[in-house]
């Protein structure tokens, strides 16, 4: 789906960075090396996670594998930057856009309903200080909308977008907020519409009806690519306007 509808929206609305979150691509379960690799090989700059980043036990040495090289694609795939020190990769990145624009990427993971990680708000905060670009987007990756809509608005004016991800259903509360900062709960996923968040909906009604444990499998119909376009100042870093696109695929 990426593949068949990301250069089409690039040229339309005439896109100089790609950031995408890429956690759950594995089939709906994490992200491998080799799928890491081919997300960037379609010109996404970052790819951003959450909490399933390790499910794939392989991506642990990928991660691993940028220490030291500077060069290596496997900086560009952040994993929360507020998980505890040791963990592999990071949770920032900074680079140019397309157009020579220098710009920041932070990736958060919040902590209701999820594990207790270090303070995302605070960790916030202490990257801030440290990146010089003007253009930042930070992935919000909590489970409650009131976190994603909290640190909105704790970052308000301090970043160009606060972005969430994790539910997977894209919110229609998409915005610039009073000091210049783009904003949407949640973006929503690239995924299975006919399903249960990606997941077959037989299997989860089933679920809700027993209680009876289930093996989820990734659903296939009626795909939908979910983002949102963001139009900013590269000098003062502002957002100017942000547009949410639910976009089908070209067989639908």
Same mark, same amino acid.
């Given at each position: 789906?990426?593949?068949?509808?990301? +250069?089409?929206?690039?040229?339309?609305?005439?896109?100089?960075?790609?950031? @995408?979150?890429?956690?759950?691509?594995?089939?709906?379960?994490?992200?491998?090396?080799? #799928?890491?690799?081919?997300?960037?090989? !379609?010109?996404?700059?970052?790819?951003?996670?959450?909490?399933?980043? %390790?499910?794939?036990?392989?991506?642990?040495?990928?991660?691993? &594998?940028?220490?030291?090289?500077?060069? =290596?694609?496997?900086?560009?795939?952040?994993?929360? @930057?507020?998980?505890?020190?040791?963990?592999?990769?990071?949770?920032?990145?900074?680079?140019?856009?397309?157009?020579?624009? @220098?710009?920041?990427?932070?990736?958060?993971?919040?902590?209701?309903?999820?594990?207790?990680?270090?303070?995302?708000?605070?960790?916030?905060?202490?990257?801030?200080?440290?990146?010089?670009?003007?253009?930042?987007?930070?992935?919000?990756?909590?489970?409650?909308? =009131?976190?994603?809509?909290?640190?909105?608005?704790?970052?308000?004016?301090?970043?160009?977008?606060?972005?969430?991800? /994790?539910? /997977?259903?894209?919110?229609?509360?998409?915005?610039?907020?009073?000091?210049?900062? @783009?904003?949407?709960?949640?973006?929503?996923?690239?995924? +299975?519409?006919? &399903?249960?968040?990606?997941?077959?909906?037989?299997?989860? #009604?089933?679920?809700?009806?027993?209680?009876? +444990?289930?093996? %989820?499998?990734?659903?296939?119909?009626?795909?939908?690519?979910?983002?949102?376009? #963001?139009?900013?100042?590269?000098? &003062?870093?502002?957002?100017? &306007?942000?547009?949410?696109?639910?976009?089908?695929? !070209?067989?639908?």
């Amino acid at each position: 789906m990426v593949r068949e509808r990301l +250069p089409e929206l690039v040229r339309a609305h005439a896109v100089d960075l790609v950031i @995408a979150n890429g956690e759950n691509a594995a089939g709906g379960f994490g992200i491998t090396p080799q #799928i890491a690799d081919e997300l960037f090989g !379609l010109n996404i700059a970052v790819l951003t996670t959450g909490n399933h980043i %390790w499910d794939k036990r392989e991506i642990i040495d990928y991660m691993r &594998s940028a220490d030291g090289n500077p060069f =290596s694609p496997a900086w560009r795939l952040l994993r929360p @930057a507020n998980y505890p020190a040791g963990a592999p990769g990071g949770g920032v990145y900074e680079g140019t856009a397309s157009d020579g624009t @220098a710009y920041a990427v932070i990736n958060l993971q919040g902590r209701v309903f999820l594990p207790n990680n270090d303070d995302p708000f605070r960790v916030a905060d202490a990257l801030l200080e440290k990146i010089q670009a003007k253009i930042v987007l930070v992935d919000m990756h909590a489970e409650a909308t =009131s976190e994603k809509v909290a640190m909105g608005w704790y970052l308000d004016g301090r970043v160009t977008a606060v972005l969430g991800t /994790h539910t /997977h259903v894209p919110t229609a509360d998409t915005r610039l907020l009073p000091k210049g900062t @783009a904003f949407q709960t949640d973006v929503g996923m690239t995924g +299975p519409f006919e &399903s249960v968040i990606g997941v077959e909906k037989e299997l989860v #009604i089933q679920r809700f009806l027993t209680q009876m +444990p289930m093996r %989820w499998e990734a659903a296939t119909q009626d795909v939908h690519l979910c983002a949102v376009v #963001i139009d900013a100042d590269p000098a &003062s870093g502002r957002a100017r &306007s942000i547009e949410r696109l639910i976009v089908p695929e !070209l067989s639908a």
